[in-house]
């Protein structure tokens, strides 16, 4: 069974950096993908990044696409993403997620695991 654990949120100003860390624990199959979504208050969860396991394919939201990056180190068992030029839009809890590949993640259905969240802040 996987389980996930993120970390790296904090509270920093607009165009700063911030990398989040999902720390995967138990086996994800080949083909399944990892992916880190983020729910703003009173906002619908969105997915903002995915990567699959095995061949490192990726998607990006539009919303986040050419300042966030999504990489994976299978060896270990981590994701990250990195965050770059800030907006204050960018608040919310962020979650890693894992399901059975990009497009389950892009449905946001039927997912095998959830990490906790972590809070991302940023100030103007």
């Known amino acids: 069974q996987v389980q996930l654990t993120e970390s790296g949120g904090g509270l920093v100003q607009a165009g700063d950096s911030l990398t989040l860390t999902c720390a995967v624990s138990?086996?994800?199959?080949?083909?399944?993908?990892v992916g880190w979504y983020r729910q703003a208050p009173g906002k619908e969860r969105e997915l903002i990044a995915g990567?699959?396991?095995?061949?490192?394919?990726?998607y990006y939201a539009d919303s986040v696409k050419g300042r966030f990056t999504i990489s994976r180190q299978n060896v270990e068992n981590m994701v990250y993403l990195q965050m770059n030029s800030l907006k204050p839009d960018d608040t919310a809890v962020y979650y890693c997620?894992?399901?059975?590949?990009?497009?389950?993640?892009?449905?946001?259905?039927?997912?095998?695991?959830w990490g906790q969240g972590t809070q991302v802040t940023v100030s103007t």
């Open positions: 990567i699959t396991w095995s061949l490192g394919h990726t």
């Open positions: 997620a894992e399901g059975a590949g990009l497009a389950t993640l892009i449905l946001g259905k039927s997912l095998n695991a």
């Open positions: 138990g086996t994800v199959v080949s083909s399944h993908a």
